[in-house]
T-cell receptor
Framework: EPEVTQTPSHQVTQMGQEVILRCVPI?????FYWYRQILGQKVEFLVS????????KSEIFDDQFSVERPDGSNFTLKIRSTKLEDSAMYFC?????????????FGEGSRLTVL | SQELEQSPQSLIVQEGKNLTINCTSS?????LYWYKQKYGEGLIFLMM?????EEKSHEKITAKLDEKKQQSSLHITASQPSHAGIYLC????????????FGAGTRLTVKP
């Protein structure tokens, strides 16, 4: 069964360092998302991406964040200069299209720890 | 304020008991979705409800949508330890939009 894969599963970084989280969405999907979940808290929307551009972003997704789909298969989230409060589980998701909008397929997540 | 309120926040039931989890939206719903998350793992899609009055079932889990009240309920019959996890309702809150927002989740524990 097709699945969304994320790497790394866990990354530890120093505050101020750049981090790139990688995702391989399901191959025929058109919409891509990043969510984050701070430990013990709710799953929060960060950004959605369609047709090679950001379609929506939340207030969390500030200038420190960027997304890219560099090669037609990977979908990356970059955090330019990490802060302690960026420590969270980051989930990538993809969906097939507008009619199945909410049927998101999630990866297992990348746990980011900022020291 | 929360766009999606879930209740209860946590629930502990004895195996075999029925239970209900509720989700209420403060905005018009353009689709209501239920997901399950096991601790530290990704979210697994359970069901999608799009029309008022719609009811769907998957194994022992039934979800209903009351569009007028902007509410959905998830009902588990004869709960089993395998049902344990965090249940999240998600909703698309903008028309012709793909972006999913989630409630805070309901943590379900099923005691054998």
């Amino acid at each position: 069964e097709p699945e969304v894969t994320q790497t790394p599963s866990h990354q530890v970084t120093q505050m101020g360092q750049e981090v790139i989280l990688r995702c391989v969405p399901i191959s025929n999907h058109l919409y891509f998302y990043w969510y984050r979940q701070i430990l013990g808290q709710k799953v929060e929307f960060l950004v959605s991406f369609y047709n090679n551009e950001i379609s929506e972003k939340s207030e969390i997704f500030d200038d420190q964040f960027s997304v890219e789909r560099p090669d037609g298969s990977n979908f990356t989230l970059k955090i330019r200069s990490t802060k302690l409060e960026d420590s969270a589980m980051y989930f990538c998701a993809s969906s097939g299209g507008l009619k199945r909008a909410g049927e998101l397929f999630f990866g297992e997540g990348s746990r980011l720890t900022v020291l | 304020s929360q766009e999606l309120e879930q209740s209860p926040q946590s629930l502990i039931v004895q195996e075999g008991k029925n239970l209900t989890i509720n989700c209420t939206s403060s905005k018009t719903l353009y689709g209501l979705y239920w997901y399950k998350q096991k601790y530290g793992e990704g979210l697994i899609f359970l069901m999608m409800l799009q029309k008022g009055g719609e009811e769907k079932s998957h194994e022992k889990i039934t979800a209903k949508l009351d569009e007028k009240k902007q509410q959905s309920s998830l009902h588990i019959t004869a709960s089993q330890p395998s049902h344990a996890g965090i249940y999240l309702c998600g909703a698309v809150l903008l028309y012709n939009n793909n972006d999913m927002r989630f409630g805070a989740g309901t943590r379900l524990t099923v005691k054998p």
